[in-house]
């Protein structure tokens, strides 16, 4: 059975639960540095994640992520935006790529592009994002400096599936983090992304063992409807995470 919210779920099949089924087919979409994805990559080749990154696609030419692409023989592409006449252009492109790889799930790892409602209702329930913040707080950019000013306890990072709403989407899985005395928003950054890390191969991975899926707005886990976001369990090291902070 699922693990309710604040239990660690597995991201493998649950006991009894049978085969996860063949491998999904992943396609990651980057901008920059790309340490999701590469997070994705080691979770595939590991056999954390029940899925094989078939393409990675960049909309910017210099985006250090293709790296982690190339080092692992992924085939990787860049579509720069800045080609194209408009918006509507660019994302029927990007979609036309993305359907000749027959994804079974489209990853947004970092990809800094607002996508159409068109592109977005092409690949409805079959799309993710990783958001920097406990949604719904904190929607849009800035997010770290945002809740330092907002004098929050806790920050985080939520994966959510993609919906016309820009970060508005059905959140599957969030991971918190503490905010700590003295921080400054690169310092919360670094604790967040590393929460991201091990959030998106674990919510990635129970989509691709067929545990998680979505119907529009409603997600469902293990065949019952999914109420509220699960939660990732703390990292060890975040047991005394502000220690050594100020
Ligand atoms: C992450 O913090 C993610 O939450 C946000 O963009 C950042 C991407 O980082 N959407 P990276 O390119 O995966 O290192």
Redesign the pocket.
């Known amino acids: 059975m699922m693990a309710g919210r604040g239990e660690a779920p597995g991201t493998g099949s649950a006991p009894g639960e049978g085969d996860p089924g063949p491998a999904r087919r992943l396609a990651v979409l980057?901008s920059?540095?790309?340490?999701?994805?590469k997070a994705l990559i080691d979770a595939c080749a590991e056999g954390r994640v029940n899925g094989r990154i078939v393409l990675v696609i960049s909309n910017r030419p210099l985006a250090a992520?293709l790296d982690f692409a190339r080092d692992a023989g992924i085939p990787h592409a860049v579509i720069d935006h800045r080609q194209y006449a408009d918006r509507e252009a660019f994302d029927r492109e990007l979609g036309d790529r993305l359907a000749d790889h027959q994804p079974d799930l489209i990853v947004l790892?970092?990809f800094m592009r607002v996508l159409t409602p068109a592109f977005v209702a092409r690949f409805a329930n079959h799309m993710v994002?990783?958001?920097?913040s406990l949604l719904p707080q904190f929607r849009g950019l800035d997010t770290h400096a945002r809740a330092l000013a907002a004098g929050v306890e806790h920050h985080g990072?939520s994966v959510h599936f993609v919906t016309a709403e820009l970060d508005g989407g059905p959140v599957i899985m969030q991971a918190r983090v503490p905010v700590c005395p003295g921080d400054s928003p690169e310092r919360l950054a670094a604790r967040?992304?590393a929460a991201?890390h091990r959030l998106y191969p674990a919510a990635v991975g129970l989509i691709c063992s067929g545990r998680i899926h979505a119907e529009g707005d409603r997600l469902w886990c293990d065949e019952k409807p999914l109420q509220r976001p699960l939660l990732l369990d703390p990292a060890p090291e975040m047991t005394e995470p502000c220690a050594g902070t100020t």
Request: no cysteine.
């Open positions: 980057i920059g540095r790309g340490s999701n994805l992520g790892a970092g994002n990783i958001h920097p990072a967040v992304q991201e």
